[in-house]
């Protein structure tokens, strides 16, 4: 039937209007900012620096590969690297940026720089009150104000941090056990060398230097008269 598609929505916006002065389930606005609807754990913003621990500045799992900063659409990210490392969380020696701000002027949350990254390090964040009156320095967000705790990540996105983790603990314990089998070898390799050592003297005989030819005799010649 014509307009029936239109008959169907009046009908489900007035049912709503309707059950909304008896029901809370059928409100749909709220009375913010005093009142909040709860954050969809898939919602996306601005993107933010996962760090493990409790130092920030020690913990952060960014390396500064740079590579978020190539593929952002809109370039509103700038990295610089630092001059000397810091362990990451499987122990190697790695770079770690010494300046890393993000636009957020210029973000349009398309979540790039999260699915390049080879270090779990940047993520989505939910936070949108961004607002400020400073529409220059105020929308650039440093490496302080991008970094949040992993326990921050796991609050706004249970499940997925919860994936992370246990893929980043098992490269963790896939390269512990790569680095124990190596060094076992090695022991194992310097141990057999030494008893092989220790062993020479006693079943080999010594070598001893040729005897030396004897020098023939000077010759002598004798006149008769």
Not at 53 to 82: H, M
Not at 113 to 119: D, L, R
Not at 153 to 174: F, G, Q, S
Request: proline share 7%; with cysteine; net charge negative.
């Amino acid at each position: 039937m014509l307009g029936e598609g239109i008959l169907k929505g009046l009908a489900e916006t007035a049912k709503n209007f309707a059950g909304s002065y008896v029901s809370k389930e059928r409100l749909t606005t709220v009375q913010y900012p005093e009142e909040r609807i709860p954050t969809a754990e898939a919602a996306r913003v601005f993107p933010f620096l996962v760090y493990d621990g409790t130092d920030w500045e020690a913990g952060l799992r960014c390396v500064a590969c740079q590579i978020c900063e190539k593929e952002c659409p809109p370039k509103c990210i700038y990295i610089e690297k630092s001059k000397d490392k810091k362990p990451d969380y499987v122990g190697k020696l790695q770079i770690f940026p010494a300046r890393f701000d993000i636009d957020v002027s210029v973000c349009m949350s398309c979540q790039i720089c999260v699915e390049v990254c080879p270090f779990e390090a940047i993520k989505m964040d939910t936070e949108f009150e961004l607002a400020t009156d400073d529409r220059f320095e105020g929308l650039l967000r440093h490496r302080n104000q991008l970094a949040k705790s992993n326990e921050y990540y796991h609050k706004i996105h249970p499940t997925e941090a919860a994936e992370v983790d246990a893929r980043l603990a098992e490269e963790k314990a896939k390269v512990e056990a790569k680095a124990k089998a190596a060094a076992e070898a090695a022991a194992a390799k310097a141990a057999a060398e030494a008893a092989a050592k220790s062993a020479a003297p006693a079943d080999a005989p010594q070598a001893t230097a040729p005897a030396k030819p004897a020098e023939p005799a000077p010759k002598t010649t004798g006149g008769g008269e």
